[in-house]
């Protein structure tokens, strides 16, 4: 695995390799299973980042599961500019009585997630719980519950796994971090 990758004019290091990652995202699999018993809960991976995650941890589930996923834009460049813009494939007929497992690449700001899950609730799901791969405590603002976490890291910018520099990187098999 390249300890350094370009993308664009910014260069970044090897901060989390594969294994660790394939290991954090067993534990919360096991963690799922283990809560949701008989539950059938519905993934809902908010694209574009969580899509390697989602697919890497639904395969770890011993249990039924559906998935989905929604498309919400509100971060351009290197800084969330919090705004949410679209809502994108998401319908209340999906949600009603489901018990929901939001899918995250990396809680930020948390400005996604705070104007996202308002919107979800009114949809009437039976529960939310939220599942992020990484989360920056330094850069969040708001009280987010996060029932499943990977790892947490500085508030520096990361690419790989999912997680894109405009558009670049998110096939790297580990985590890289800005240099
Ligand atoms: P938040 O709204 O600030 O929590 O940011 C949410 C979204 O911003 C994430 O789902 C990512 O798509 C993106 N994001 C935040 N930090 C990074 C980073 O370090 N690298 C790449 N994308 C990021
Ligand atoms: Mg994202």
Do not use: C
Request: avoid cysteine; glycine fraction near 8%; hydrophobic fraction near 40%.
């Amino acid at each position: 695995m390249a300890q350094t990758v370009k993308a664009h004019d910014l260069n970044f290091e090897l901060f989390i390799n594969e294994q660790t990652i394939q290991k954090t995202v067993a534990d919360i699999g096991e963690k799922i299973t283990q809560d949701y018993q008989n539950k059938k809960p519905l993934l809902l991976g908010i694209l574009n980042g969580s899509f390697v995650f989602a697919a890497d941890l639904m395969r770890t589930l011993e249990i039924d599961a559906e998935i989905e996923f929604v498309k919400l834009t509100s971060y351009e460049g290197l800084n969330s500019s919090g705004i949410l813009r679209e809502m994108i494939g998401l319908e209340e007929s999906k949600i009603e009585n489901r018990h929901l497992i939001i899918i995250e690449d990396i809680i930020d700001t948390g400005n996604t997630l705070a104007r996202f899950l308002p919107e979800l609730e009114k949809m009437n799901p039976a529960s939310i719980a939220l599942a992020t791969f990484l989360l920056k405590p330094e850069a969040l603002q708001h009280p987010l519950k996060i029932s499943y976490l990977g790892i947490k890291i500085p508030n520096k910018f990361v690419i790989g796994y999912g997680l894109d520099y405009n558009g670049l990187g998110r096939g790297l098999r580990g985590i890289y971090q800005i240099i």
